[in-house]
């Protein structure tokens, strides 16, 4: 089993920035592909980005590239999400989740992912 508890969410102004950190507990959290999913009211859970266990190699969805970045610390067993020059259209429940491990970064889909966290809420005013 493994434990995710998101954090950083938050009230931010449209061009603002804010960072989500995604904590894990259980099993040995670098053996695990991890990533972030959104859900806006009335939506469909939507992939954001994606990480390797390693951390080496990340995807980003194209509606946020340029503007969102993953990350990770293994010795902390934290995932974070980088956001900066947020919009109105960002607002959402942000979900970390932990896939299989052999999950190739570009097929994270949600409904493939072994484990997920509560989510934080994100919200950018216009």
């Known amino acids: 089993q493994v434990q995710l508890v998101e954090s950083g969410g938050g009230l931010v102004q449209a061009g603002g920035s804010l960072r989500l950190s995604c904590a894990a507990s259980?099993?040995?959290?670098?053996?695990?592909?991890m990533g972030w999913f959104r859900q806006a009211p009335g939506k469909e859970r939507e992939f954001v980005a994606a990480?390797?266990?390693?951390?080496?190699?990340?995807y980003v969805a194209d509606s946020v590239k340029g503007r969102f970045t993953i990350s990770r610390d293994n010795a902390k067993n934290t995932m974070y999400l980088q956001m900066i020059n947020l919009k109105p259209e960002d607002t959402a429940d942000y979900h970390c989740?932990?896939?299989?491990?052999?999950?190739?970064?570009?097929?994270?889909?949600?409904?493939?992912?072994?484990?997920w966290g509560k989510g934080t809420l994100v919200t950018v005013s216009s």
């Open positions: 989740a932990a896939a299989p491990k052999a999950t190739p970064l570009r097929t994270f889909y949600y409904y493939d992912m072994d484990y």
């Open positions: 259980g099993r040995t959290f670098s053996d695990y592909p």
């Open positions: 990480i390797s266990g390693s951390g080496d190699s990340t």
